[in-house]
């Protein structure tokens, strides 16, 4: 099997890399690029533990081909933070304690992440929702989503919503 | 020591961020599937199509001849083990039985049972090495559901399985493979003082713990029979401890690293893949890395047991209950070993009965072997007895809430299964729930509220903690029980509050087993508990030394200095007087005082206090598709002292949401041929964000004085209430009786088409 060379962007840095035909953007993250900051719940497009940002959309990439990389833009979990500062949807996790075994975590905070790009004030049904592709266990979402709706409300410049 | 003084607490009560939390944000920690090796190679299972077969053969030489595939194993590889319990997991564990579950030897028992495994230079060359292994199967009758696996004329899965409980013993084998029975008074006479009586049956389906990471480990054998691995476990003494014994090594030949765990709940206190990776590096002499896909998940490994339950119960007209009585079938997947045994203990513990009678049975079926899940067993008998109750109390008229409060077990009161209680805060979650403002919201049309109450054991057992001072002031602590939910940041609190000082200044590690000393699994609700008391105690020894040092330093008696708020003063006038001590100048003189400051403590917890609940569920059942939908729900749980409130909610959050799973969605699909259909997060649907409302957790502090800070158990018994809580809320809605889990929308749309609903009641 002849590999593809792959040119694309990740985290803000230029990234090549080869990949087989089959290997998913999932596999390439993870076992090409030591990026395993992004999980495999599932493999099927059902959990959102690996999910990423592409060209600004959310996308399962277990569910993309390394291949499909080429020219685009990535974002993943490791790429949230901006060097040691944590986005506010990753410090209101913590401070929320929005993550018990923390495995779901990166895809939530990636998927909130892209939501509150796009909407700076959802509410807790239009969360509930973005998020009703990522699975979580342990939690009961509870605190994820009140993590999120104070995340929002912390960059909307307002103190202690939720 | 103790600190059940609340008010006195500077640090335990409080909600710091974890310690572990920011490389969970960022994508730092290290899962199971995370390490890699230099020179690993990647392994890969085959499993079973067939629920039931014998092996006739399996010919593995055209896999092991295919270019880049190191090793290829079968049970041959394995020591043949004679049956033999062993205590390392939750639960009793027949080493035997796990090793015919790692890998069949002789027949395949489920469909997903693994049959050989192989290591290749890529996850894609084991793959396709799988597909060219020959197994010869003889297929054989099969038997999936319980009552039809009792049946005498049942295939019999085990040749040597002879029901163990009963007198005499049987002669002949069968799937049964235990009954037991617990009684409490005369239930003849219970029945003759009853007045009103009811009986019932229901039904649960097996469902799996879920966790979102699968199963995943490294392993790597030296040539000299070093051997390390690291895995995602809820104990890394429980896996270095099976690994041991199926592949026949000394136990101090084998380091078992804790990786993060992406969610257990019972379902990594066993193993699946360690031995087969640990054969796999041995043949190769290469690390070996398996991890498993979801399939592989649903079809090899947990779940929890289905069931089958049969309730009586007899009451005064005044509702007071005198005689219970209750029949348990529990499926235990291809092994001995479901979880009836505390689904029998459970049943009634809330309640103060005087005639009780309980029959389980322990059955074996063609399904994967059942792990542990969130109070193992008793979600399933407590379905049926807390439906059971709500059905007597809408029968007799008596609000439900009310009909437990006068039966309520209290301190004093002996449980059907032995235990007299203290120290015990059922009556007062009932009270809670009762001036809870949940009740006051009005519901609708098509709307309708259930409560429902549980309990569970909790366990204690054996951990160890050390406490390390650093040279600098600051403390590590050590434990070795594997943080499953945010366990670290209750360890250094408990630490930081003892030692007086502020919560930042302590790290908690998760040591690997030549780290640390031995220390039972995460599991039984015990962490906080058991392990918290083995590192508060590290704590308190570290604290006798520090005032040993300063009186040195004083150049007074040990006796004559208190230790207050992290510092050293001396007791009184007489003692002298001197400038306070810090703990960090103490550090910092350590080495002129007689070196380093640290402590190992290693016990065997006893005192464990039980978990009880009463939960409160609002549902709006939409009468075109059967969706039933949670507008309202509300846990309450007494906790003993809850030492990071917010990781004690999220227990009860999670342990809910995965309750209400249970009832809804949740459930094994068998084709007829016996193969799992619904192998996947698709067809297995678990509650998604969008399912669920906020969860309101109450959480009750009735101390545990075992405890030096008053901790139970908080983990487990959230999951025991909901399905009753659920199945009772659709009743008040529908007027319809859902007995059979899962009341998915089908089965509620088929039940509401057959039935006209009744009228309300009057008193609801
Ligand atoms: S791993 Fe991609 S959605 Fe589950
Ligand atoms: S925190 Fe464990 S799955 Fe979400």
């Known amino acids: 099997m002849s590999k593809h060379h792959v040119t694309t962007t990740i985290n803000g840095e230029p990234v090549e890399y080869l990949c087989e035909a089959q290997q998913t953007m999932l596999d390439v993250l993870r076992d090409e690029l030591n990026l395993t900051g992004s999980k495999e719940g599932c493999g099927s497009g059902d959990c959102g533990a690996c999910t990423v940002i592409v060209d600004g959309n959310i996308v399962c990439s277990c569910l993309m081909l390394g291949v499909e990389a080429e020219g685009k833009t990535i974002t993943t979990v490791e790429g949230i933070a901006e060097g040691d500062k944590l986005h506010p949807v990753q410090q209101k996790f913590l401070e929320h304690a929005a993550l018990q075994c923390g495995f779901c975590t990166p895809g939530f905070i990636v998927a909130a992440k892209a939501l509150l790009d796009e909407n700076k004030n959802p509410t807790e049904e239009e969360t509930r929702y973005w998020l009703a592709g990522n699975l979580c266990r342990c939690t009961g979402y509870d605190k994820i989503i009140r993590a999120v709706l104070d995340a929002a409300a912390l960059m909307r410049g307002e103190a202690g919503a939720v | ?764």
């Not at chain 2, 040195?552 to 510092?567: E, L, Y």
Request: hydrophobic share 40%; aromatic share 6%.
């Open chain 2, 1 to 764: 020591m103790s600190y059940l003084d609340k008010s006195a607490l500077k640090v335990v009560g409080t909600r710091p961020v974890r310690p572990d939390g920011v490389e969970k944000v960022i994508g730092r920690a290290n899962f199971g599937a995370d390490m890699v090796m230099p020179g690993m190679l990647w392994g890969k299972v085959l499993r079973s199509p067939h629920a039931h077969a014998r092996i006739r053969s399996i010919n593995t030489a055209r896999a092991a001849a295919l270019p880049g595939v190191r090793a290829v194993i079968t049970a041959d590889d394995f020591p043949p083990i004679a049956s033999e319990e062993a205590f390392v997991g939750e639960g009793p564990m027949n080493f035997r039985d796990l090793s015919y579950n790692c890998i069949a030897r002789g027949k395949v028992l489920y469909d997903g049972h693994a049959v050989a495994a192989v290591a290749a230079t890529s996850p894609a060359i084991a793959e396709e090495a799988l597909d060219l292994i020959a197994v010869d199967y003889e297929v054989l009758p099969h038997v999936i559901d319980v009552e039809d696996a009792m049946k005498a004329d049942a295939p019999v899965l085990h040749d040597d399985l002879f029901t163990q409980g009963v007198d005499p013993k049987p002669t002949k084998p069968s799937n049964i493979a235990k009954r037991i029975g617990f009684n409490k008074g005369d239930i003849a006479t219970g029945w003759k003082e009853a007045e009103v009586t009811i009986e019932r049956r229901y039904t649960t389906q097996p469902v799996h713990q879920g966790y979102i990471e699968p199963h995943a480990c490294v392993v790597a054998v030296g040539a000299d029979g070093q051997c390390t691995i690291w895995s995602s476990s809820q104990g890394q003494f429980m896996v270095r401890a099976y690994c041991a014994k199926l592949l026949g090594v000394d136990i101090a030949n084998i380091r078992a690293m804790p990786a993060e765990i992406g969610g257990g709940f019972g379902g990594k206190t066993l193993i699946y893949l360690e031995p087969l990776a640990m054969a796999l590096s041995r043949k190769s002499g290469r690390p070996v890395k398996i991890v498993m896909n979801r399939e592989e998940v649903f079809r090899g490994t947990g779940p929890a047991a289905g069931s089958v339950i049969e309730v009586k119960l007899g009451a005064k007209k005044d509702g007071r209950l005198v005689a219970a009585e209750l029949l348990l079938k529990y499926q235990a997947g291809a092994f001995p070993g479901s979880p009836v045994g505390p689904g029998c203990m459970c049943a009634f513990a809330m309640y103060d009965i005087p005639h009780v009678s309980i029959v389980g049975y322990d059955v074996v079926s063609n399904r994967p072997k059942v792990a542990a899940y969130r109070a193992p067993g008793a979600p399933n008998s407590s379905f049926g007895v807390e439906s059971c109750m709500d059905e007597l109390a809408r029968q007799m008229n008596i609000d439900p809430l009310h009909l437990r409060e006068i039966n309520a077990a209290k301190d004093g009161t002996k449980a059907a299964h032995g235990p007299t209680w203290s120290n015990i805060g059922y009556l007062e979650t009932v009270q809670a729930a009762q001036a809870n403002a949940h009740l006051s919201h009005k519901l609708g049309s098509n709307q309708g509220r259930g409560v429902a109450s549980g309990f569970w054991f909790n366990i204690g057992g054996e951990s160890s903690a050390a406490c390390h001072i650093n040279e600098d002031g600051t403390a590590t602590v050590v434990e070795g029980c594997p943080d499953i939910g945010g366990s670290r940041a209750s360890m250094a609190m408990m630490a930081a509050e003892v030692l007086g000082i502020p919560y930042e200044r302590v790290r908690p590690i998760v040591a690997d087993t030549a780290s640390v000393g031995f220390s039972f699994l995460t599991g039984g609700s015990r962490v906080t508990f058991a392990t918290g008391m083995a590192v508060t105690q590290a704590a308190e020894k570290v604290v006798v030394e520090l005032k040993k040092r300063a009186a040195m330093i004083w150049d007074i008696s040990p006796d004559a200095v208190d230790w207050k708020d992290g510092k050293a003063y001396p007791a009184g006038p007489n003692a002298g007087s001197f400038e306070p001590l810090s703990l960090q100048e103490i550090a910092l003189k350590a080495g002129r005082t007689g070196g380093p400051i640290s402590a190992e403590v290693t016990i065997n917890a006893q005192g464990a206090g039980a978990g009880w609940a009463t939960h409160i569920c609002d549902v709006e059942v939409d009468s075109e598709t059967g969706r039933v939908k949670i507008l309202r729900y509300t846990a309450i749980q007494d906790v003993g002292r809850a030492i990071h409130p917010s990781y004690v909610e999220g227990q009860i959050q999670g342990g809910v949401t995965q309750g209400i799973g249970w009832a809804l969605n949740e459930e094994y699909i068998y084709d007829k041929d016996g193969r799992l259909e619904n192998p996947g997060f698709l067809d297995y649907r678990v509650p998604v964000a969008s399912d669920l409302p906020m969860i309101d957790a109450v959480m009750l502090e009735i101390p545990n004085p075992r405890h030096p800070f008053g901790a139970k158990g908080v983990g487990e018994v959230p999951i025991v209430p909901p399905m009753a809580a659920v199945a009772n809320a659709i009743f008040d809605a529908t007027g319809i009786r859902m007995r059979d889990l899962p009341m998915s929308p089908p089965k509620l749309r088929a039940a509401l088409d057959a039935e006209a609903p009744p009228p309300r009641l009057a008193a609801e």
